[in-house]
Every structure is written in structure tokens, then in C-alpha cells.
């Protein structure tokens, strides 16, 4: 990878009159796509198609949805424990299966009152089953509006709460078109793996030179028990030790506000759809 330090500063006016800073950006390196792979494939990720490291695929995960609708066998169809980060609101009206595809849209709850602090919606899937170490693979088309797009997995439970963003970006904004943002949460430990009770993150953000909402790219992570990988197109952009994520954690597609990347709705645009063309996840024997 080539090595990239760029800082900006932006401050921008939204359409419901907020004035926001939007934080300096650090880019720590820039993504080399011209190392893209191919897909010779579906059967491995896209990153390891000759499958040297034995992936098996698992079926009782993956998911094409090439269905008429949700599976909700493998699905909740919302969130069943977060209604959302106001003013956006995760209603079910706003996931649908088309042309095997999954589509999350905003505002398709037409005239429905909303909660107190929600002005607009969107949607929301998470898994049943949660699931420890392995790799993890979707191709996404991210939402060309104001809202974050993503492809994530997580565990808020009694004892534990992490977070893994597998995709979190907001290109829908122009000013954002080319950040492709990595990010690794601890919230909260049991008292004998650590005793964290204030959360810290690390994240990290690149640069990618094409713009990230204007074609399908495929989004990768590969979890064990000393790393966590993450991947784009194929490409390796950031490894890191894996000091605290060693719990089972669900994943999650969904879009939301969040005022960190600008992105809060603007109702000129409320035509924005977000698009997961699959979701699969492989074992092998350094992941079991």
C-alpha cells in the first residue's frame, strides 16, 4: 500500500439547519485497487479463491436472498433491542427482497406517527444466530443519500459488548464519497477478561480512490482468535491483533443517522437504497 496522510475540515449546513463540524480527517493509507481479485467463484471468499486456507462454506448462515421474502428463520427483520439513532427511526417497511437482492430504503412508512426525537426511517436485519470467528463476506451497493450504510457485527449482553464494523460509510455525502472507514469497538468486558467498563475503539480510515457509492464492491472480514482482517474488492487495507473479541457476535445490515459523518436526512433526498446482493460466511480449522 501506498502511504497517504490527507486532513480536511469541513463544515457544513443540513437541511434541518444544524451547523456541524465534521471531525479533521486522518486517511492512514489509500487502497490499491489496480490489486483487486477476481471472482473465479462463490464457493470461497473472494480475497482466498484458490481457497488455500480450506474455507468451508456455512449454509445455515449465508444467505443469497434469492427469496420473494426475509427468511425470517435466519433474520429478525428489525432490531429487535434499538429503535434507532434519532432523528432516524428502524421501521420493517423499509427492508424489502428484489431481484435477489436486499434493499433498504427510507421513509417507506408512509404516514405512520413516529416515536418522540424520530422524523424519518429506515431499515434494520440482524442475525438469529450468533456466531464465533470465521470469515465473513457481502457485496454491497451503499446508499447514495445521507445516511451510513452498514455491514457489522456486534453482542450487547450482561457481561460483554463488542463491536466489529465490518462496513461503515456515508458516501452519500459528497465529501465522503472516498473514506472507506474501519472500525473496532469494546463497550464493555467481564471482570476477569479485563474489566472494561468505559469504551474505547480503534479506528482507522482510508482512502479509496474511486467513489464508494457508485458501483457494488464486496466487503470483507476474516475473525480468529489473533487477528481480525478486513477487506475490500479482495484487498487486504488492515489487520489487527484480535486483544478482546472473543465472544459470539450477530451480524447486522441496517442504514442509520449518525451526525460524526454529516449524515442526518434531507428530504430532498429521500430516494436513497441501500443494496446487499449476499451475505456468506465460511469456517476452517483456524477459525473453529
Known amino acids: 500500500m501506498r502511504y497517504l496522510t490527507l486532513i480536511f475540515l469541513f463544515t457544513i449546513t443540513v437541511s434541518l439547519g444544524q451547523d456541524l463540524t465534521i471531525p479533521p480527517k486522518n486517511y492512514v493509507d489509500s487502497v490499491l485497487i489496480e490489486n483487486r481479485k477476481e471472482r473465479i467463484t462463490a464457493e470461497y471468499p473472494l480475497s482466498d479463491q484458490k481457497n488455500t486456507n480450506k474455507w468451508k462454506l456455512q449454509k445455515n448462515l449465508s444467505d443469497e436472498f434469492s ?6 428463520k435466519r433474520w429478525y427483520p428489525n432490531n429487535p433491542k434499538w429503535k434507532g439513532r434519532p432523528p432516524t427511526y428502524f421501521h420493517g417497511s423499509n427492508v424489502s427482497l428484489e431481484k435477489g437482492e436486499l434493499v433498504i430504503r427510507v421513509n417507506q412508512h408512509k404516514n405512520e406517527k413516529l416515536p418522540k426525537d424520530f422524523t424519518h426511517t429506515t431499515g434494520f436485519i440482524k442475525s438469529k444466530e450468533k456466531v464465533l470467528y470465521g470469515y465473513f463476506e457481502a457485496e454491497l451497493k451503499l446508499m447514495d ?54 469504551h474505547f475503539s480503534r479506528t482507522k480510515k482510508y482512502y479509496f480512490p474511486e467513489e464508494l457509492q ?44 449518525n451526525k460524526w ?3 442526518l436526512p434531507d ?16 469456517k476452517n480449522k483456524e477459525t473453529k
Open 214 to 257: 457508485a458501483d457494488y464492491h464486496v466487503w470483507g472480514l476474516e475473525w480468529n482468535k489473533e487477528y481480525i482482517r478486513f477487506y475490500i474488492d479482495g484487498i487486504l487495507f488492515r489487520e489487527a491483533k484480535n486483544t478482546h473479541w472473543h465472544q459470539p457476535l450477530e451480524i447486522n445490515f441496517n442504514c442509520e443517522s
Open 261 to 263: 459523518f454529516g449524515a
Open 267 to 282: 428530504n430532498t433526498r429521500l430516494d436513497g437504497e441501500y443494496h446487499v446482493k449476499y451475505f456468506r460466511a465460511w
Open 67 to 72: 427469496e420473494n421474502t426475509l427468511n425470517t
Open 145 to 198: 443519500a445521507p445516511w451510513v450504510s452498514g455491514f457489522w457485527m456486534t453482542n450487547v449482553g450482561k457481561d460483554w459488548w463488542t463491536e466489529i464494523d465490518i462496513c461503515e460509510n456515508a458516501p452519500g455525502l459528497e465529501y465522503n464519497r472516498n473514506d472507506l472507514n474501519s472500525n473496532i469497538h469494546v463497550f464493555k468486558t467481564p471482570k476477569n477478561k479485563g474489566n472494561i467498563t468505559k
